[in-house]
């Protein structure tokens, strides 16, 4: 059954299994930066929140944060990320972010103002990302930025957004903390929530396996795959589903080969990885060529077909992971409306980009997001500035390029997530496209 047509159904509010988020605090040992923590509130004020209207408490916000763009003067939005290292794949998200304010600046950009994005090297770098952040607002005057990478990262710079009342947008990170407008309301995440991805793994494989399934899960000894281990563990309480085999790794593994001779040993029915990046590539190709061909469910981090499945081979045959929109490789998409949009659009502003590549559309997806709800902050009283920025932002229901059919984005109080659903998908190789398994979740608030 083909993507376009497998999802026309799927939407806010429709029949899905609703994942509240909420889960323990993530505390992370960030003394050197004097940041605040997930489980601290803003230091600019928080939220309230009154039938899912967010009202943000901007008294203790700089007087700048009030003041209109003067005329003629740049949006500049900045972004601190991996362009080098181990992380800089997800550099591939700046050519769709160029890609679509090219396309709007072309058309006279946003209440007359051109939008740039002012990109910053971290090489996932805590330290590094502090000191980009600190010149991003500070020297750079940032109106908000986009797409900043990391957990440890994007907890660390929080306290710097919230004390200047910059706007922290859709950062790449599940920490729960990110989906809360009452505590961090300067703060927004372009992740499906880790603990929906959790649900939606222990769902599939405990309808899998009725009888009980038995589960190795491969760990990254990181704050990301701490936190994906927790979420899965989460998902499968009250289910016939059990981990036999827990394998760590840290972040210099160049190969998965004793951690799934380990895992094998126990016989699963199933392998979970809680792992990012090149270390999901490792566990597949370690375990098929083992001869295990049971289930493997990779995080929606390794989603993207280009950079993950198809460098896999045949290896990726029925390979899982949770999407929340269409995958620009796959060519049973191609033909709906948004997706040749997006596909002329990366041809006419950004050529150099493989457009198939999902870190691409997802950098062209949330910069439209971001330019919608910039076009209603400009309309609002007072005009272009970044407290009316962070009003519409909470006050979101629109659709986006490359959303599933009949998929709308809302972020408000009562639906804090950007991206709050999600479809779990086996990858066909024969098609080079996904089939559902009839797994979908929404995440929700508690």
Known sequence: MPISSSFSNTRRGASRRRISYFAAPVVLGLALTGCSTSGTQATSGGGEITAGKVTIDTTKCPAGASESLSTGADIVIGTSLAQSGSGASSALSLGGI????DKINADGGVDGHKVTL?????ALDPARAVA???????????????FQLGTPQNLATRQMYETNCVPQLYASTGDHSFYDPANHPW?????????????????FIDKKFPSGAKVAELVWNSDTGNALDEAFTRGIEGTSVEIVASQSHDSTAVSMSNQVTEMLAKSPDAIVAATSGAFCNQLVSAARRAGFGGPIVVPPSCRDTTQFFEPLGELADGL?????????ADP?????????EYLEAM??????????STYVADGYRFAALLVEQLQRAASAEGGLNRINLINAVWSTDTVLP????DSRTVINGDVPFPVGDGSMLAYDTSTKSWEPTGVDVTASAP
Do not use: C, H
């Open 98 to 101: 160029n890609a679509y304010f």
């Open 118 to 122: 002012n990109a910053k090297d971290d």
């Open 132 to 146: 980009n952040v600190k010149a991003l607002i500070e020297q750079d005057n940032v109106f908000a930025t986009i």
């Open 187 to 203: 703060s927004t995440s372009s992740f499906l929530p880790y603990d929906a991805w959790g649900e939606a793994t222990a769902e």
């Open 320 to 328: 899982l992971t949770v999407r929340s929109s269409l995958d620009p």
């Open 332 to 340: 049973t998409a191609a033909t709906e409306p948004s997706m040749r």
């Open 347 to 356: 041809q006419k502003y950004q050529p150099s980009y493989d457009p198939r």
């Open 402 to 405: 490359l959303n599933f059919p």
